[in-house]
């Protein structure tokens, strides 16, 4: 099995609301990504955990908030977000880079619309 | 900065044509180097990988060649399907660093 679930499919927030996106694996991976994607662009990093410590921050603004509270978790909070943060939100794992298997798989998506 | 370039930005081919995506890197530390197929609306999905200590590996119509030497890889597509018609990204990755570096993206409509 190779899925990575996401939920919300769908959300639409207003610029004060709190809201979080989760993400789920049970595929043993040690290693999970939070992306954001644009349409027509690929995804762009934003955070990495590896064995559920944060060891990737790509300069996300304090307004996203992620959280790992075990191996097969990721947690993504939102707080006071601005239109343009309107995009598709990805999660994806895989194994912490260094062993043999390098797979690196993606869940479904947030669609987050920010009004 | 760009670490991996990836060209055409769109291609249109008819149906039970080839379509060929060029990707190139500079960094030789990379040494993974998957292939993506994203559709509207979904999360990329995982199309096939290579080493660069093989030049070639196919999964069913899908082939990716590698020469490690110019440093570029790229994706075939055998008798394309409209089912194929998506976005396809390469990337690329190093064995340490749990980071995984996309090309641009290549929009593939495959015409009845």
């Known amino acids: 099995d190779t899925e990575v679930t996401q939920t919300p499919k769908h959300l639409v927030m207003g610029m004060t609301n709190k809201k979080s996106l989760k993400c789920e694996q049970h595929m043993g991976h040690r290693a999970m990504y939070w992306y954001k994607q644009k349409a027509k662009k690929p995804p762009e990093l934003m955070f990495v955990y590896s064995y559920e410590k944060l060891s990737i921050n790509e300069s996300v603004p304090s307004r996203f908030s992620p959280e790992c509270p075990n191996s097969s978790l990721l947690n993504l909070h939102l707080h006071a977000l601005q239109p343009e943060d309107s995009a598709l939100y990805l999660c994806?794992?895989?194994?912490?880079?260094?062993?043999?298997?390098?797979?690196?798989?993606f869940g479904p998506g947030t669609r987050l619309t920010v009004t | 900065q760009q670490q991996v370039k990836q060209s055409p930005q769109s291609l249109i081919v008819q149906k039970g044509g080839i379509s060929i995506i060029n990707c190139a890197y500079e960094n030789t530390a990379f040494d993974y180097f998957p292939w993506y197929q994203q559709f509207p609306g979904k999360g990329p999905a995982l199309l096939i990988a290579i080493r660069p200590d093989v030049s070639e590996k196919k999964e069913g119509r899908f082939t990716i060649s590698f020469n490690k030497s110019a440093k570029q890889f790229s994706l075939h597509i055998m008798d394309s399907q409209p089912g194929d018609s998506a976005t396809y990204f390469c990337?690329?990755?190093?064995?340490?660093?749990?980071?995984?570096?996309f090309g641009t993206g290549t929009s593939l409509t495959v015409i009845p």
């Open positions: 994806a794992s895989s194994q912490v880079l260094g062993r043999d298997s390098y797979e690196q798989y």
């Open positions: 990337a690329a990755s190093k064995r340490v660093g749990n980071q995984f570096y």
